[in-house]
């Protein structure tokens, strides 16, 4: 419950400034970081009675331009999607330990990693994310868009992921 009422506050705190960060506020995943993707996939489609999904591995972080902390990375993770009606569940496993997907793994195992949301306009999200305390510490192109992923453990909970399918400029 305290992690609903986080994401409450942050929304409307956003809100009055007539500029919503995380885009409609609609939840578009809720991803969990796994250690081992095949294990988990099984897992998840057992539990909900579907066959399990097919991952996908990013390409290395630094044919996207990613970034983690500031730093370029070539980190790289496998994932995948199990639809559950409008919101996906997104599993991930790192592959290098340069990412945020890693960050925090080997010390708190697996959990949710992150929230993520559509957004139209990445910068005022970053600025509005910003202005909350919350830090983007991964960054990549993704397509013709972009993600990012912001550290809001301390005021959320977790990370929230901002996805955007035309990249606008940072």
Do not use: C
Request: hydrophobic fraction near 40%; charged fraction near 25%.
């Amino acid at each position: 419950m305290k992690l609903y009422t986080s994401i409450a506050a942050i929304i409307l705190a956003v809100a009055r400034d007539n500029v919503m960060a995380l885009g409609n506020g609609q939840l578009a995943q809720v991803a969990i970081v796994v250690r081992d993707i095949e294990t988990s996939s099984q897992r998840w489609a057992t539990l909900f009675g579907i066959d399990p999904p097919a991952y996908i591995v990013t390409d290395p972080g630094d044919q996207v331009n990613a970034t983690y902390r500031g730093v370029p990375t070539k980190g790289r993770a496998k994932l995948a999607f199990i639809d559950m009606g409008g919101v996906q569940l997104e599993l991930v496993e790192p592959i290098e330990n340069d990412t945020a997907w890693a960050e925090g793994l080997d010390e708190k195992g697996e959990r949710v990693h992150h929230l993520a949301f559509w957004v139209e306009d990445m910068k005022v999200s970053k600025e509005q994310l910003q202005s909350q305390g919350i830090e983007m510490i991964q960054r990549g192109d993704m397509g013709e868009g972009q993600y990012a992923y912001f550290d809001g453990t301390e005021q959320l909970g977790t990370f929230i992921e901002l996805l955007e399918q035309t990249k606008t400029p940072l």
